[in-house]
């Protein structure tokens, strides 16, 4: 793979000379990546807080699905589970999701808000790694999200609550050999996928610096299609709306994280999920907590990296152009790495910026779950002046720079998600007997009861490598779909990459030093 994988790795390939020497890290990336931390960075995307933020029902002794997660993943595996149980006459079905802070406080509410998928960037390296049809097949998932998120927010009556936009997405080029090799990759991808291509515009230096408003120095600008999205609201307005809707089959336990999983005993068929809260047993644990998945999962440590970054909600200046707010932008340096843009259609407008780690800490960002505190320089001073929806009641700091905070991302070191069962190899505990299945009754079956779904198991949805926006929703839906047991019905094999699914290959291929190798040679 000599070419990008993702807009992350274009960062991470500035580092990666520094990874040849990875012994300094190895010793981290097998410890476990913990619980998330007490008390971390204010978002600003959480405030104000959504009402059930703190949400906690009672747990109960047993759930026919326990997800572990309520971020976007977690989100669309609970919310597919829900609707495939009812479709199937299953009205019972407990379906029990558990955070260790408050609801989508982890990666998705911390991100930059961008669903824009790195499209040319990746062709030809798909295409060679996979094969034309899988690479297709990869391009197409990342688009799909664009309309899916919006059609997912339009039937849970939130599209203006959730901010989700359409914008046009700009890539800006600060070094003229880079935009070259940009305008080569997108060369490629207009030739071989000209419908996908259709929208990607090419803008030279003088054109790109009248029309955007650039800095002198810009050397061009590749212009294509994507979207924006308030991605707090987003999530916590369909959680809301599962619980007003299945108030007897969907329970949400916030501030109450998974501290234990055990495989089936003398005592229970079930494995034994536990909380500081109590335990609960259940055929089927699914785990949507991408970059601390290794705290419960042994055997993916060093396979999903967590890496912490950094966000900030910047005010505009009165300078800026009207016409921002119709674009998100990703800034790509002389120095190598990137930045991202985009501007909030209302309240205080404010611009929502990140920076790759890479520019500023290197090693300590990797394997680093502390998001208490970031690697940005001193703060301002906090004021609480400002007036508009996302400031009242709350202080935030003075001049341009209104809040600061880091996230954690789950890098997959082979750079694609990690989606499907976990075989025994890799959760490391045995799974329940098939027995163990929840049962629904069938009026038309030989028998009046039969098993439901997939056989018990360990699932996963996680490592996006910093563009979950673009890969994680779909992913939950799929692994809902695998879960349900209906994959044919839900067509997964027409638009699911099976280059995302677990297997024990690819798992003893996905190895550090490959991506150490791989990424060198970009």
């Known amino acids: 793979m000599g070419n990008t ?80 149980c009812r479709a199937a006459g299953w009205n019972g079905a407990r379906i029990l999701m558990l955070e260790a802070r408050d609801a989508c406080s982890g990666a998705t509410g911390r991100n930059g808000g961008h669903i824009s998928p790195p499209l040319y960037h990746d062709w030809a ?56 090799r940009a305008k080569a990759k997108l060369s490629k991808y207009q030739q071989d996928l000209p419908f996908e291509a259709s929208h990607h515009r090419v803008y030279e230096a003088a054109e790109a610096l009248e029309t955007f408003h650039l800095a002198e120095d810009v050397a061009g600008c590749i212009v ?26 969907f329970f949400l336990c916030t501030n109450t994280p998974c501290v234990s999983i055990s495989g089936p005993s003398s005592s229970t068929r079930y494995y034994t999920v536990t909380t500081p809260q109590g335990k609960t047993h259940t055929p089927h644990v699914i785990h949507a907590t991408n970059g601390w998945c290794a705290h419960l999962l042994e ?38 790495g990137f930045d991202y843009l985009t501007q909030l259609p209302n309240g205080g407008r404010e611009l929502m910026f990140g920076t790759a780690f890479m520019e500023s800490a290197g090693y300590d960002e990797v394997g680093n779950t502390d998001d208490r505190s970031k690697n940005w320089g001193a703060e301002a001073q906090p004021t609480d002046d400002d007036d508009d929806e996302n400031s009242r009641g709350t202080e935030w700091n003075q001049g341009r720079t209104k809040a600061m905070w880091s996230g954690i991302l789950g890098v997959s ?27 629904i009754t069938v009026a038309r079956a030989r028998e009046n009861e039969m098993f439901f779904g ?51 290959a690819r798992w003893r291929r996905a190895k550090l030093e490959a991506l150490a190798a791989h990424a060198s040679a970009e």
């Open 454 to 504: 997939a056989a018990p198991g360990e699932w996963i949805a996680a490592g996006y490598t910093g563009e979950g926006m673009v890969h994680a929703w779909l992913s939950g839906k799929a692994l809902a779909g695998m879960i349900l047991g209906t994959e044919r019905e839900d067509r997964l094999l027409e638009w699911f990459p099976d280059a995302l699914r677990v297997t024990p």
């Open 299 to 336: 055997s993916m440590r060093a396979k999903i990296v967590p890496v912490r970054g950094n966000m900030s909600a910047q005010r505009p200046g009165r300078s800026l152009p009207p016409t921002t707010i119709s674009h998100s932008y990703v800034f790509y340096p002389p120095s190598g």
């Open 5 to 84: 994988i993702s807009l992350f790795r274009l960062a991470l390939a500035d580092f990666i000379e520094t990874l040849r020497g990875y012994q300094v890290l190895k010793d981290r990336l097998q410890r476990s990546p913990g619980l998330p931390v007490d008390g971390p960075t204010r978002s600003f995307w959480m405030f104000p807080p959504s009402p059930i933020a703190k949400h906690c029902s009672e747990i109960p002794d047993y759930a026919d699905f326990v997800v572990i997660g309520s971020g976007i993943t977690g989100t669309s595996v609970a919310r597919r589970l829900l609707e495939g």
């Open 224 to 249: 294509s299609g994507a979207g924006a999205i308030h991605p707090y609201r987003f999530v916590t307005g369909i959680l809301s709306n599962l619980l007003a809707r299945h108030p007897d089959n």
């Open 125 to 180: 390296t798909l295409q060679k790694q996979y094969g034309d049809v899988v690479a297709q097949k990869v391009i197409k998932f990342r688009l799909a999200h664009l309309q899916e998120l919006r059609r997912v927010a339009e039937e849970e009556g939130i599209l203006d609550k959730s901010q989700w936009r359409s914008v046009d997405l700009v890539d800006v080029y600060y070094d003229r050999r880079s935009f070259d």
């Open 413 to 439: 070191v082979d750079l694609m998600p990690w989606v499907g069962r976990l075989p025994k190899s890799v959760s490391g505990r045995p799974e329940p007997p098939v027995l163990s299945s929840p049962r």
